[in-house]
């Protein structure tokens, strides 16, 4: 499936040491919630936002001390990716 996708997949596992060393919270929350929109394969992909939504949220903290609020789904894949960093 991905030789068939107009861009390059991106490895999930090295999104903080393609950011010096800093995990993009914001940047992957934008991504999977659909705040910024990739054309992968020439078209929309679904977006996700309303799905990893909930009226529960948890305060995330961005590399600059700020607070960024999502959902606790959203929050739990964000935490998820965070976690299988590496070098």
């Keep these: 499936m991905a030789e068939m996708l107009a861009i390059r997949t991106p490895d999930l596992t090295r999104l903080a040491?393609?950011?010096?060393?800093?995990?993009?919270?914001e940047a992957v929350?934008?991504?999977?919630?659909?705040r910024a929109p990739l054309l992968a394969h020439g078209g929309e992909m679904p977006i996700f936002g309303p799905a990893l939504d909930s009226d529960q949220?948890?305060?995330?903290?961005?590399?600059?001390?700020?607070p960024m609020f999502a959902g606790v789904p959203l929050a739990n894949v964000i935490f998820y990716l965070e976690s299988i960093q590496i070098e």
């Design 17 to 25: 040491a393609q950011n010096d060393g800093v995990f993009p919270i």
């Design 29 to 34: 929350a934008r991504q999977i919630d659909g």
């Design 57 to 66: 949220k948890v305060a995330l903290t961005m590399p600059d001390g700020q």
